[in-house]
């Protein structure tokens, strides 16, 4: 696991990095090798500079191309007592929120968060804006694996690129290019959090 907030070796704050968020419980800290290290691996893999932080010691400096808001685990409940939303103001580069990350987003931008418990493998079908969104652009279906306690309603200010039935499992800003993403990328599905670093890239 990287330190929180540390820097990869050769890289300094002059660097356009990718900002990973830690989401979990900072008292079990086991969930940030399970939950925030394969994202990270993920990103290094791509030759990105990045630096993972904890939620609450969130400062987005001008290196920042874009934010990954990562999961956590079924139980744990510590990001339910936090805010994400204030911590990005004035932010309006690119973001990837993933389960929590994207609960979290959602639900602090007037969408309505609701009892719904999902493990395990689920198929996920890409919507019509889906298929002409970068994010998912050339997916039509594909299999999703989903940890989660509660799912999200999206308010206007976003809109469904790719569903489970009537959940919403992959949500797009109107506004900003923000991205809410219900499954794991990083379990089968790599090729998101890749296609999103190239997308800050170019943003």
Known sequence: ????????PGQNWTDRMIL???LTNPDIRILSDQFV???????????QETVAVRLEQICISQSCIGIIICGTALADSWYMQQQLIPLLEGWKGPVLGIS????MLLSETGGELQNYTGIGMTSVHVTDIGKKDPLMKGKEEFSGYVLHRYVTTPSPEWVPLATSGPTVQVAGH??????GVLFYPEVRNEWMIKRFIAFARGF
Do not use: A, F, K, N
């Not at 696991?1 to 990869?8: A, F, I, N, R, W």
């Not at 993920?42 to 030759?47: F, G, K, L, S």
């Not at 109107?174 to 991205?179: L, M, R, S």
């Open 37 to 47: 290290s394969p994202v990270y691996r993920i990103v290094h893999q791509c030759d």
């Open 20 to 22: 990973i968020v830690d």
């Open 1 to 8: 696991m990287v330190p929180e907030g540390m820097l990869s």
């Open 100 to 103: 929590t990350g994207m609960q």
């Open 174 to 179: 109107c506004t900003y290019p923000w991205y």
